[in-house]
């Protein structure tokens, strides 16, 4: 089976704070994603990366940064957390062709205060 | 650009209903489509896909065809259980976009016993 963890379950941060989301594939996959969800407006398109070191902005970037130094691993970053970032944030992996199956993480639920 | 449209919920049936979710896309090209799942507490799971016109994808009861005429795929099962209570997006995947998922705003289902 395809395991996609992330780092956190829940986490509260400060407004103003630095704040690293991790997530890590166990299936050598090449293409991994960072959506945020929010009721309503479904999955958007944070940041996805197509290979180590390679990275795209999705559709909302603005605030986040990607890091993707090794294969199975592709971390979020929010420079600066700020309040409308409040949000479930998703992680997902995927191989090559574009007909397969994403496969998404649990989530991390990220207050900021 | 591609955009996924889906019936405004949440949605409340009664166990053993017939469900029909509709969802209609705006796609240059020949898309594939997914139906994808998240139960409480959740990430995504894929729930089932269909990769060119007239094909119909299946899983655990629900079924949903490609139209290509009509631009649609949409979400139906013959008869919902309350462990089908959940949140359900319908997605696209253009292979011009690395496979970037774009979903629908997601349509709850609320199943009563």
């Known amino acids: 089976d395809v395991k996609v963890t992330q780092s ?6 400060r407004t103003g704070e630095k704040v690293f989301l991790e997530c890590v594939q166990d299936m050598d996959h090449e293409n991994m994603f960072w959506y945020r969800q929010d009721p309503g407006l479904g999955l958007r398109l944070i940041y996805f990366s197509y290979d180590v070191k390679m990275k795209e902005k999705g559709d909302i970037p603005e605030g986040y940064s990607v890091s993707r130094e090794k ?3 592709f971390s979020l970053i929010l420079e600066s957390a700020s309040t409308n970032q409040t949000s479930m944030y998703l992680c997902a992996s995927r191989p090559t062709s574009s ?3 994403q496969y998404f993480g649990p989530g991390t639920r990220l207050t900021v205060l | 650009g591609d955009s996924v449209t889906q019936m405004e919920g949440p949605v409340t049936l009664s166990e053993e209903a017939f469900l029909t979710i509709n969802c209609t ?3 240059t090209g020949y898309p594939s489509l997914f139906w994808y799942v998240q139960y409480p507490g959740e990430g995504l799971q894929l729930l089932l896909k269909a990769t060119k016109a007239d094909d119909k994808g299946s899983n655990k009861g629900f079924e949903a065809t490609y139209r290509k005429e009509t631009t649609s795929f949409h979400l139906e099962k013959g008869s919902v259980q309350v462990s089908d209570s959940a949140v359900y997006f319908c997605a696209l995947s253009h292979s011009g976009n690395t496979g970037k998922l774009i979903f629908g705003q997601g349509t709850t289902l609320q199943v009563k016993p």
């Open chain 2, 25 to 27: 896309y705006t796609a």
């Open chain 1, 99 to 101: 007909t397969d199956t």
């Open chain 1, 8 to 13: 956190s379950r829940y986490l509260v941060k």
């Open chain 1, 71 to 73: 294969k199975e691993r």
